[in-house]
């Protein structure tokens, strides 16, 4: 039975992730920060399904947490199939107000968490027939926004971790990204905010969290040879100038 470890799993992306691996007949170590609620919720849900589901919380900002989080998945879990990065932060700051709390706190949870933990994981990976880790990106950390420098900075770094990793854990481990454009709004978008956005996505509507979950399962199951790679799952919107 294949297992996986998402980060970030108690709504929206991860939520999504989680319960298409889970149909898809993997067991799932979940981890949520503040999102442990719905957490729970998703795992009686994934039991139901007959899948084994064991859950952690952890602040990712924090580098003692980050280190003993990884120390527990990987004794729960001494073989891991695939680690799925997703967590993250996403704050509009203007560039002058970021303070250096603001930009270590982003960073840490955005960049050193995926880093840190695949560090601690990779004897689990190791141990699996053919593993993979995905990086859950943002176009943002290759097309520039006003007010998001600390999250484009932490995401720009995600991608080339991204292919930095495929390439010294190759050929064992692969090492993949998939970038959401509009997939889900976030909260504090209001009808306007949400119709700006529109007017530069070629395909006129937003993603799904399922688009990007999809993508996920597949680079697990059916692209054993793509390795290094940042799939962008944006209805065309980073192709338009």
């Keep these: 039975m294949a297992t996986a470890f998402i980060t970030g799993a ?17 067991d ?21 399904l007959g899948r084994k589901v064991s859950l952690y919380t952890a602040d990712l900002s924090n580098p003692r947490a980050v ?7 990987h004794t729960d879990h001494p073989t891991l199939d695939l680690v799925v990065h997703n967590a993250g932060l996403y704050e509009r700051v203007a560039f002058e107000s970021i303070t250096r709390e603001q930009y270590r706190t982003m960073l840490a949870v955005n960049l050193d968490a995926p880093f840190f933990l695949t560090q601690a994981l990779l004897p689990s990976l190791r141990a699996a027939a053919q593993p993979l880790v995905v990086h859950i990106t943002d176009i943002g950390g290759e ?12 995401k720009a770094a995600l991608i080339m971790l991204t292919r930095a990793l495929a390439v010294e854990l190759a050929p064992h481990v692969r090492v993949n990204a998939v970038s959401p454009g509009v997939a889900v709004f976030p909260e504090s978008f209001d ?29 697990a199951r059916e692209a054993p ?16 100038l």
């Design 10 to 26: 108690g709504i929206r992306i991860g939520s999504a992730v989680a319960r298409a691996l889970a149909q898809a007949g993997y």
């Design 28 to 48: 799932v170590a979940l981890h949520a920060n503040r999102s442990v609620k719905p957490l729970e919720a998703l795992a009686v849900e994934l039991r139901g």
């Design 67 to 73: 280190e003993e989080l990884g120390a527990r998945v």
């Design 143 to 154: 097309r520039a926004e006003s007010h998001f420098a600390h999250y484009a900075v932490s």
């Design 191 to 219: 009808a306007a905010a949400r119709e700006a956005a529109l007017q530069h996505v070629p395909m006129g509507r937003e993603g799904s969290v399922e688009d990007i979950a999809r993508v996920v399962l597949f680079l």
């Design 225 to 240: 040879y793509i390795t290094g790679q940042v799939v962008t799952v944006d209805g065309g919107r980073s192709a338009r």
